[in-house]
C-alpha cells in the first residue's frame, strides 16, 4: 500500500527523510512544495508494515556532525570536478572525525529519467557503489543507505563520492550524503528461547565521543553527558511476548541520577545506584516489557540525568515462558 503525507516544514534543506521499521516501511520519494513550507512524502510499506510508525526528516544546515553522531555532508560545501553534464563528477569533503567507529553509508538524490545513476562513496581506503534512483520528478528526491563504512579513528578525514560514469551523459542529482552510526559488532539475533545478550562492543555508538573500552564481553562504555548519545543496537526478529530487561553496569560512589533503557517501544529509568569499588559490572533487573508485534526493533541506553563515575556493559533481554 502507498500513502502521500503532507507534512508542515519550517523551512530549509533536507538531509533524508526515513521511516521507521525499514524494508516493510519505507519512504519512495520527497518534495517540497514551491512555498518550501510543506513537505509531501510519498511512503510505502508491506503486509505487517502499516503505520503506526515514526517519519523522521533531517535537516542540511551543512558539513557538521550532529549530537548523536550523525555526520551530514551537503553538496554546497563540497569541492567538486568533472564536466557539468557528462562523464564523472566527484565531489570532496575534508572533515576532523572525533572518535574512530562504524558508520552506515546514506546517499541523496535522484536520477532524471527511468534509468539509475551511478555512485561511489570513497573512504579512509575503502569504497562502496551504489545508484540514484528514478523518482518521477526532478524536485522528488529519495535518500537510500548502500553498506557500511569504517572512520578509523580521530583526526583529518576525507570524503569522496564520484557521480556518473565515463564517456555517457550524466542524469542525475546528488543533493547529500549522511554518515549514521552502524553496530560495531555482531548482529543483535535471539538466542535459541528467543532473549537477547547485547553487548556494548557490538552496538553503535549514537555520539560524537563515545568510546568503548576493553573487548568482547569485558568491554564497557564509559558514563557520557550529551542527552543524544547513547548505545544502539537494532533486535532481529523479536517474537511477541513478555520480557525481562537486564541492564549490566558500573557506579562509582560519586554516581547520581538516572540512565534510561529504551527497548521495544518502551522507556524504563535506571536509577545508578552506586555497584562497589570492583570492576564487574553488577547486572540487575531493572524492568519488564511486553512485546505486541514482531520484527526488527530497536533497544538502546540513554542518559537523563546521570553524573559522576559509571559506565555500561550491556543489556540482557530475557523472553519469559508462559
Not at 24 to 31: D, H, L, S, T
Request: charged share 20%.
Amino acid at each position: 500500500m502507498s500513502r502521500l503525507l503532507d507534512v508542515p516544514w519550517p523551512g530549509g534543506e533536507v538531509a533524508s527523510v526515513t521511516l521507521d521499521g525499514s524494508p516493510k516501511r519505507f519512504v519512495k520519494w520527497w518534495e517540497l512544495d514551491k512555498s518550501g513550507r510543506s513537505l509531501q512524502v510519498a511512503v510505502d510499506w508491506v503486509d505487517g508494515g502499516q503505520p503506526p510508525a515514526v517519519l523522521t526528516v533531517d535537516t542540511l544546515t551543512g558539513t557538521e556532525q550532529l549530537p548523536d553522531g550523525r555526520w551530514t555532508f551537503g553538496i554546497s560545501d563540497a569541492a567538486s570536478r568533472g564536466g557539468r553534464s557528462a562523464g564523472i563528477r566527484t565531489y570532496e569533503w575534508k572533515f576532523d572525525a572525533s572518535r574512530a567507529g562504524n558508520y552506515s553509508v546514506e546517499i541523496t538524490g535522484m536520477a532524471w529519467q527511468e534509468r539509475p545513476e551511478a555512485v561511489e562513496v570513497e573512504l579512509s581506503g575503502a569504497t562502496r557503489s551504489g545508484q540514484l534512483d528514478f523518482t518521477g520528478g526532478r524536485r522528488r528526491f529519495a535518500s537510500k543507505s548502500i553498506g557500511q563504512m569504517r572512520i578509523p579513528g580521530p583526526g583529518p578525514q576525507v570524503l569522496r563520492v564520484h557521480l556518473g560514469e565515463a564517456n555517457r551523459d550524466r542524469l542525475g542529482t546528488l543533493t547529500a550524503v549522511v554518515l549514521r552510526p552502524a553496530p560495531e559488532g555482531a548482529r543483535a539475533r535471539p538466542g535459541a528461547d528467543g532473549s537477547y545478550e547485547l553487548r556494548v562492543a557490538d552496538g553503535a555508538l549514537a555520539g560524537t565521543s563515545l568510546s568503548v573500552i576493553g573487548w568482547g564481553e569485558a568491554a564497557v562504555v564509559p558514563g557520557w553527558t550529551d542527552a543524544a548519545a547513547g548505545v544502539e543496537w537494532l533486535c532481529e526478529e523479536v517474537t511477541p511476548g513478555h520480557y525481562t530487561v537486564e541492564l549490566a553496569f558500573t557506579a562509582a560512589d560519586d554516581a547520581t541520577g538516572e540512565i534510561a533503557v529504551q527497548a521495544f517501544g518502551r522507556t524504563l529509568s535506571v536509577p545508578l545506584v552506586p555497584t562497589g569499588h570492583g570492576s564487574t559490572p553488577a547486572r540487575r533487573a531493572v524492568g519488564e516489557i511486553e512485546v505486541t508485534r514482531p520484527g526488527d526493533q530497536s533497544v538502546s541506553i540513554r542518559n537523563w540525568t546521570a553524573q559522576g563515575g559509571w559506565s555500561v556493559s550491556g543489556l540482557r533481554l530475557v523472553r519469559r515462558v508462559p
